[in-house]
């Protein structure tokens, strides 16, 4: 076994076998390529990458291609590459965090800023929550501190209108499957403080106002009543929002 495949490749689903080849045959020459451009990276010009990279399409070292596309500064192509090659999918998320380590560590001069690279994930939402939408929650938490609306707007200004529902219900209902423990404090102490209005902080008390808005919807009609259910869905707004449609 020179290739030092696993006993049971054989047995394998085909559909699983690419992810193992990638794995046994090229990750590790892949890795090698990686150590050696970092080595010489800042002694090569604009060009001589270049010339690297249409090499590297030939090839499927995928996270060597990422890694020389960033160098160029090309996060959009880097982002398509994860998007579009199942293989390294989910690497895009420690590869999110290595960029904002290396752009907080770098220069206010740099070519890309930080807010460039929150731009960048806002336009691709749509991609990052159909891939992995608790992964999505937690990149909020660390690009856009804790700010789940701001997602919710960006899925409103770059999804396809016909998917906006399907994006904000599945990012929604997850920050609250997610954050359940927080929101049931947060409602407990206004109801323990005996305040004027009991619920969530403002934060989420928008989410769940908007899950109700889609939750009204044909589609989702059916699942209104276990989420009106729970004793933090602010009653009157959401009695409001079933009145009003």
Same mark, same amino acid.
């Given at each position: 076994?020179? #290739?030092?495949?696993?006993?049971?490749?054989?047995?394998?689903?085909?559909?699983?076998?690419?992810?193992? #080849?990638?794995?046994?045959?090229?990750?590790?020459? $892949?890795?090698? +390529?990686?150590?050696?451009?970092?080595?010489?990276?800042?002694?090569?010009? $604009?060009?001589?990458?270049?010339?690297?990279?249409?090499?590297?399409?030939?090839?499927?070292?995928?996270?060597?291609?990422? %890694?020389?596309?960033? #160098?160029?500064?090309?996060?959009?192509?880097? #982002?398509?590459?994860?998007?579009?090659?199942?293989?390294?999918?989910?690497?895009?998320?420690?590869?999110?965090?290595?960029?904002?380590?290396?752009?907080?560590?770098?220069?206010?001069?740099?070519?890309?800023? %930080?807010?460039?690279?929150?731009?960048?994930?806002?336009?691709?939402?749509?991609?990052?929550?159909?891939?992995?939408?608790?992964?999505?929650?937690?990149?909020?938490?660390?690009?856009?501190?804790?700010? /789940?609306?701001?997602?919710?707007?960006?899925?409103?200004? /770059?999804?396809?209108?016909?998917?906006?529902?399907?994006?904000?219900?599945?990012?929604?209902?997850? +920050?609250?499957?997610?954050?359940?423990?927080?929101?049931?404090?947060?409602?407990?102490?206004? +109801?323990?403080?005996?305040?004027?209005?009991?619920?969530?902080?403002?934060?989420?008390? *928008?989410?769940? +106002?908007?899950?109700?808005?889609?939750?009204?919807?044909?589609?989702?009609?059916?699942?209104?009543?276990? /989420?009106?259910?729970?004793? %933090?869905?602010?009653?009157?707004?959401?009695?409001?929002?079933? $009145? *009003?449609?």
């Amino acid at each position: 076994n020179f #290739l030092n495949l696993p006993q049971n490749f054989a047995s394998v689903k085909e559909k699983e076998k690419p992810q193992l #080849l990638y794995k046994y045959l090229i990750e590790k020459n $892949e890795k090698d +390529v990686l150590m050696m451009i970092k080595q010489i990276e800042d002694d090569i010009d $604009e060009d001589v990458i270049k010339r690297f990279c249409k090499d590297a399409d030939l090839c499927p070292m995928y996270m060597v291609r990422v %890694y020389l596309h960033q #160098l160029l500064h090309n996060y959009q192509k880097c #982002l398509s590459m994860f998007f579009k090659v199942k293989i390294i999918r989910y690497n895009v998320f420690s590869w999110l965090q290595e960029i904002q380590e290396s752009i907080m560590h770098q220069s206010s001069n740099t070519t890309c800023s %930080y807010s460039d690279m929150q731009e960048l994930v806002l336009k691709n939402i749509g991609s990052f929550i159909e891939m992995d939408t608790q992964s999505t929650v937690l990149l909020c938490d660390s690009w856009f501190k804790n700010d /789940y609306y701001q997602i919710v707007n960006a899925i409103e200004k /770059y999804c396809l209108e016909q998917k906006q529902n399907e994006l904000c219900f599945s990012f929604i209902n997850k +920050v609250i499957e997610m954050r359940q423990t927080t929101i049931q404090e947060e409602y407990m102490q206004t +109801v323990i403080s005996g305040a004027n209005q009991v619920g969530p902080s403002e934060k989420y008390k *928008r989410l769940i +106002v908007k899950l109700m808005n889609i939750l009204c919807c044909k589609k989702y009609r059916k699942l209104a009543a276990s /989420y009106v259910a729970k004793e %933090y869905f602010p009653i009157d707004e959401c009695l409001e929002i079933c $009145e *009003r449609e």
